[in-house]
Nanobody, 125 residues
Framework: VQLQASGGGLVQAGGSLRLSCAAS????????MAWFRQALGKEREFVAA????????VVADSLKGRFTISKDNAKNSIYLRMNNVKPEDTAVYYC???????????????????WGQGTLVTVSS
């Protein structure tokens, strides 16, 4: 499985951004996938996860109401919609995959075996 994240960039506080993660391979429609982020000098943290089979989702409590995760199985892709962004959302955002994850959504990084290269999101105040 190869993952390619894109869509990062510079955005003003209060603005919106949509990140994309395209996956290779034949297991996409049966995978658990997620977004994590890592700010400079901080540990990687969970953002959101989705089951590509049934579409179950979970979003980190601190981000609910602003961030939404979605998928498009026809495009082997997941997305992260970020609304009303804040300077503290500045980080490198990574997508991750766990093939054959069923309808499960996982919130810990150790559950995922495949990672994309990350895309940088910078929010200016």
């Amino acid at each position: 499985v190869q993952l390619q994240a894109s869509g990062g960039g510079l955005v003003q506080a209060g603005g919106s951004l949509r990140l994309s993660c395209a996956a290779s391979g034949r297991t996409f429609s049966h995978s658990s996938m997620a977004w994590f982020r890592q700010a400079l000098g901080k540990e990687r943290e969970f953002v959101a996860a989705i089951s590509t089979s049934r579409g179950s989702t979970v979003v980190a409590d601190s981000l609910k109401g602003r961030f939404t995760i979605s998928k498009d199985n026809a495009k082997n892709s997941i997305y992260l919609r970020m609304n009303n962004v804040k300077p503290e959302d500045t980080a490198v955002y990574y997508c991750a995959s766990r093939p054959w994850g069923g309808n499960n959504v996982f919130t810990t990084a150790g559950e995922y075996g495949y990672w994309g290269q990350g895309t940088l999101v910078t929010v200016s105040s």
